[in-house]
């Protein structure tokens, strides 16, 4: 659930948001979301509207990746054993309904 996006907004709230984090100190939520800074002096209201729902984060190796209707669709194209695709982290929140799916092709058939 995303944090108030108008004033007021209170610290328990952020840590209540961003339960993953610890800490009281606000300067332990740097970056937290995008567009929370993560660096300098934060504020209350870098954290309005923020939350803590991320999609998922993946780098693919020898295939695409594309957003189509909200959905990233990651596609390997390259069929030698250096294609890969790497979640770096899963989805949180309201993105962590995720639906995965995996289809293999059928090699070249031999002669006979």
Not at 72 to 86: E, F, G, P, R, V
Not at 102 to 110: C, K, L, S
């Amino acid at each position: 659930m995303a944090l108030p996006s108008s004033k007021p907004i209170r610290q328990s709230q952020v840590i209540a948001e961003f339960t993953s984090i610890s800490g009281k100190n606000l300067k332990a939520y740097y970056g937290a979301a995008a567009g929370v800074p993560t660096s300098g002096t934060l504020k209350l209201t870098d954290f309005l509207g923020k939350s803590a729902a991320a999609p998922i984060d993946a780098t693919i190796q020898g295939g695409t990746h594309t957003i189509s209707g909200g959905y990233k669709i990651y596609t390997i194209t390259n069929t030698t054993a250096t294609s890969c695709l790497h979640i770096n982290s899963s989805a949180k929140g309201g993105f962590d309904n995720i639906l995965y799916m995996m289809a293999g092709g059928a090699g070249a058939g031999g002669g006979g």
